[in-house]
């Protein structure tokens, strides 16, 4: 399996952090040389191990903006 390059260009929010001091993070993450996409996965300290996560495009990130606007929490 070939390794898996990232660039974090931009951390925009630590949206939690767990006692093992994993944080659940937004970032704007370049993966393997492509163009930047918003990110939200579970980072180790450091940033050395990552877990699962999902990436999203500019355009979906403006759907969930909208679609969280209609939540009434």
Wanted: no cysteine; hydrophobic share 35%.
């Amino acid at each position: 399996m070939s390794e898996i390059k990232y660039e974090i260009l931009k951390t925009i929010a630590k949206l939690s952090e767990s006692p093992k001091g994993w944080t659940k993070e937004l970032n704007l993450i370049s993966w393997n040389g492509r163009d930047p996409k918003y990110d939200i996965r579970d980072w180790a300290p450091n940033h050395e191990k990552m877990g699962k996560g999902m990436t999203l495009s500019n355009e979906e990130v403006k759907m969930l903006q909208q679609v969280l606007k209609e939540i009434d929490f």
